[in-house]
């Protein structure tokens, strides 16, 4: 990830011996899977290893400043180009199989699943999942807290979700009584406004799509493609054109942006019928290999049905498929898995749970209190969608918004996105630390010790850079001192931060 790769360029600069274990094959997590459109929000708190990063791609499109967005291969070289210039050995396709200590609180060694094994005086666990931290016996959570757990306002099951949401009535039930494929899978009901559950937000794939046709590869229809699964956005497109409008592909892909490229786009997420697999990633953050290879591919048939649907359904006005048309996957991204991310955006997952736990109302305060602040988020507190729900016109709990148009006494609604601003916060070191009784020499950049919604403010990549920067410093730092990652001198951290021009005030 990238805050994985910021933590071993930083490492690697101190004079530390790194080993990158990678499980794809290819470094760069999101950045270099189709997140071309960064989530840069106040992008005056970038500093450090993440603002050289962006400075470097500027440099490639001969800018004098840097550029935020990115295309999937030139992102991969400059990180490529850091980890060589710190000397940090990579090793690809490496899951993880197990974890070692030597006593209750300190890692020995890693094996893989392939049989190496991997021996250090500090372990940093900067992937997605949170694996390294869960095998090494440190505590954590998964999916959302209610609001009484940690008195945070936004947090647990939301009573209305504005963002990406059905505007319209889409009748979900179908013609045998029961529910649309794209909502049956959902479980659990509409649920008390602020209750916790272990629901995951979805993930989607962010895909890096074109319109020069030189570079555009057609929407492949995928193996096994069942029409039938997508009537939920056939409908959805039926009555936008019942109500009087002009459907389109903006209707279902409204968050494609432009990036560098010739007419190169980062298709997000973007409406109430998109990209995002909703109620499709719960099974994730426990799930071995085996499963989260599945989950890989059911992603994967959906997006690309989505897209196959979009372009060539029957059933669709010319306006949806022939704008749909216009785009097609990049001939010149991810050449070696048939144009694809080889990355799912796994947006959460496991969230560490350490002596102190970030919040709602940590980001809020601002400032750092009794710790160091080892870097600012600029972003705002951003939870996509978590379940899709039939609702009633007296439904308990399920919002019946007044200016919601249509006839169907049956409608769907999504629930769980968030999206409000904050104003720039600081991060405290204690974020990055298990509880020393579990773990003396770990570190956790990325799966955060955070509730949902404090995780929802900080999950964001250029974060993750920010604080990767730090992890590699206190890894450097431990080592040097021989001192456990929660005992190094913490003033010292944030010095050396500063003189490497992180920023660490708000």
């Known amino acids: 990830t990238p805050g994985g790769i910021m933590t071993a360029v930083a490492a690697g600069r101190h004079n530390l011996t790194v080993a990158l274990l990678e499980q794809t094959g290819h470094v760069g997590g999101m950045c270099t899977n189709g997140l071309g459109k960064t989530d840069t929000g106040d992008a005056r708190v970038i500093g450090g290893l993440a603002l050289e990063f962006f400075k470097r ?25 850091m980890l060589s210039e710190a000397h940090v050995d990579i090793f690809y396709h490496r899951q993880l199989a197990a974890v070692y200590k030597s006593n209750d609180t300190t890692i020995s060694n890693i094996r893989m699943v392939n049989g190496f094994q991997y021996v250090g005086g500090v372990f940093v666990d900067a992937s997605y999942e949170g694996d390294l931290l869960a095998q090494a016996g440190v505590h954590y959570t998964y999916g959302r807290e209610a609001n009484t757990t940690y008195n945070e306002s936004l947090a647990g099951r939301q009573v ?171 001939g010149d991204e991810f050449t070696d898995n048939d144009y694809w991310p080889w990355q799912l955006y796994v947006r959460e997952a496991r969230r560490m749970i350490g002596g102190t736990v970030f919040t709602e109302n940590t980001a809020r305060a ?39 148009t ?17 104003p720039p916060f600081e991060m405290p070191y204690s974020l990055m630390l298990p509880r020393a009784a579990e773990a003396s020499n770990l570190l956790v950049p990325v799966a955060v010790s955070s509730s949902h919604m404090g995780f929802c403010t900080v999950r964001l990549e250029p974060t993750w850079m920010i604080l990767g920067h730090a992890a590699g410093i206190a890894a450097a730092l431990a080592v040097h001192t021989h001192t456990a990652v929660q005992d190094i001198v913490r003033t010292e951290l944030q010095a050396r931060l500063v003189a490497e021009n992180q920023i660490v005030h708000a």
């Not at 791609?57 to 180009?81: C, Q, R, T």
């Not at 400032?367 to 379940?387: A, I, K, P």
């Not at 249509?406 to 904050?422: K, M, P, R, T």
């Open 57 to 81: 791609n500027g440099a490639h499109y001969n800018s004098s400043g840097p550029v935020f967005d990115l295309e999937p291969h030139v992102a991969e070289k400059i990180f490529l180009e």
């Open 160 to 330: 209305y979700s504005p963002g990406n949401q059905f505007e319209i009535r889409v009748d979900p039930i179908g013609p045998d009584g029961s529910q649309l494929p794209l909502v049956s899978m959902c479980q659990g009901g509409t649920g008390v406004p602020g209750q916790g559950d272990k629901k995951i937000e979805a993930y989607n794939f962010r895909l890096c799509l074109t319109k020069n046709p030189a570079n555009l590869i057609p929407f492949p229809k995928p193996d096994g493609y069942d029409p039938t699964v997508y009537e939920l956005p056939r409908r959805y497109a039926a009555a936008i054109a019942a109500s009087g409008k002009t459907p389109n592909v903006g209707d279902f892909l409204a968050n494609t942006q432009p990036i560098p490229g010739d007419r190169k786009y980062d298709a997000n997420n973007g409406g109430p019928m998109s990209t995002d697999f909703i109620c499709g990633s719960d099974d994730y953050p426990e799930a071995d290999d085996t499963l989260r290879t599945a989950l890989y591919v059911a992603h994967k048939q959906y997006t690309q049905g989505l897209l196959w649907f979009l372009a060539n359904d029957p059933e669709l006005p010319d306006t949806v498929r022939t704008s749909a048309r216009e785009f097609g996957l990049c």
């Open 366 to 404: 601002r400032y750092v209190t009794g710790d160091v602040s080892v870097g600012v988020g600029g972003y705002h507190f951003d939870s996509h969608n978590v379940q899709r729900m039939v609702c009633y016109n007296t439904s308990d709990h399920c919002a019946h918004p007044v200016n919601m």
């Open 406 to 422: 249509g006839n169907s006494a049956f409608y769907v609604l999504n629930e769980g996105d968030v999206q409000v601003g904050i």
